[in-house]
């Protein structure tokens, strides 16, 4: 019979390994490294295996989303990312410090502008 290769987990130590995952600052840790190891790994002698990663067709081809997974990662994921952006920004302005308009309108015209700004150099450039 097969040993699991950590061993079990006591209640803390599991509370714990919880904890850590669900910190922000965690995720941001574990995402950073990954940009860090996949921008070595596309820069290195092994790129093309890197290429045909993302190139790799994944998904239901019965649905005519077979997909590279290089298109998965930037167009899944970034919706995802913009769900929970959009989610958290509900929360703050309904529960949270943005809940005052007095105090949301900084951020607001600030998250405007960096809308807005933007498209106005694309039109202009």
């Known amino acids: 019979m097969s040993q699991p290769f950590f061993g079990r987990l006591s209640r803390r130590e599991r509370g714990w390994v919880v904890e850590q995952l669900r910190d922000e600052t965690v995720g941001g ?3 950073l490294i990954a940009a860090m190891l996949a921008l070595v790994w596309a820069n290195s002698p092994w790129a093309d295996s890197y290429a045909a990663l993302v190139a790799l067709p994944v998904g239901p081809a019965s649905l005519g989303l077979q ?3 290089g298109v998965w990662a930037a167009d899944g994921l970034l919706s995802v990312f913009f769900l929970v952006v959009g989610l958290e920004l509900k929360h703050e302005l309904v529960l949270g410090s943005l809940s005052k ?3 949301a309108v900084v951020p607001v015209a600030a998250a405007l ?3 807005i ?3 106005v150099i694309f039109v202009i450039v």
């Open 101 to 103: 308009p007095a105090q």
């Open 67 to 69: 997909l590279p997974l």
């Open 113 to 115: 502008g960096g809308m």
């Open 117 to 119: 700004l933007p498209a």
């Open 29 to 31: 840790g574990l995402l």
